[in-house]
């Protein structure tokens, strides 16, 4: 069965800065992982989808890269601003991936940007 | 495009007591996924539903059911709530089966037994 790690849990930095979150998980045959991030009391938001295929993937500012090899991914955030402030989520597959699953979730990195 | 809705936003219920929960996906999603939240446990997968079928189940208890409509709406229940019940029960669509595809959530249902 897939577990997913997060590190850190919480990171705190100035306004500005670029940073790093990072990802791992057990079993190397996932299908995708996928990024998302949580407000306070709310859903989660999609931010970056991973398919196995691929190393990484952009959006904006935002940067995800998957080694699968060595069970990791991390998410890269340039230029980080105080609205980037949320809980950040990685999760892959249950189990095979690629059909019938759920996800497992890591227990997040809550990040706060400091104005 | 309008997201994935879920119905109410906010209950409370008391022990003992059968809660229905709703989600409506993405329009043309077929897979529909809860997901149950908790600060000590995270997110936890319940069950996907696919064209009205279950097709995976996660480890939780039977009084945890759900269902899904021929127009992919589904629904949740949970019979004979207890204490440990309360959290944030969230619904996930995706066009294709929820291994293999991008999900989308709802902002979500607040459930706080009483």
């Known amino acids: 069965k897939q577990e997913v790690t997060q590190i850190p849990a919480a990171l705190s930095v100035p306004e500005g800065e670029n940073l790093v979150l990072n990802c791992s998980f057990t079993?190397?045959?996932?299908?995708?992982l996928q990024w998302f991030r949580q407000d306070p009391g709310k859903g989660l938001t999609s931010l970056l989808l991973?398919?196995?295929?691929?190393r990484e993937q952009t959006s904006g500012r935002l940067n995800a890269s998957l080694d699968k090899s060595s069970g990791r991914s991390t998410l890269y955030i340039a230029a980080s601003q105080p609205g980037d402030s949320a809980t950040y989520l990685c999760?892959?597959?249950?189990?095979?991936?690629?059909?019938?699953?759920?996800?497992?979730f890591g227990k997040g990195t809550h990040l706060i940007i400091q104005p | 495009k309008a997201g994935v809705t879920q119905t109410p936003r906010y209950l409370i219920k008391t022990r003992g007591q059968q809660v229905t929960l709703s989600c409506s996906p993405i329009?043309?999603?077929?897979?529909v996924s809860w997901y149950q939240q908790t600060p000590g446990q995270g997110l936890q997968f319940l069950f996907e539903?696919?064209?009205?079928?279950?097709?995976n189940k996660g480890n939780f208890p039977g009084r945890f059911s759900g269902r899904q409509f021929s127009n992919s709406r589904s629904e949740m229940n949970v019979s004979t709530l207890e204490l440990g019940d309360s959290a944030l029960y969230l619904c996930?669509?995706?066009?294709?089966?929820?291994?293999?595809?991008?999900?989308?959530f709802g902002p979500g249902t607040r459930l706080t037994v009483l």
């Open positions: 996930a669509s995706s066009h294709l089966l929820a291994g293999g595809d991008e999900q989308f």
């Open positions: 539903y696919f064209s009205e079928t279950q097709r």
């Open positions: 991973i398919q196995s295929s691929q």
């Open positions: 999760a892959v597959p249950l189990y095979s991936g690629g059909g019938a699953d759920g996800l497992t």
């Open positions: 329009s043309g999603h077929r897979s």
């Open positions: 079993d190397s045959a996932i299908y995708n």
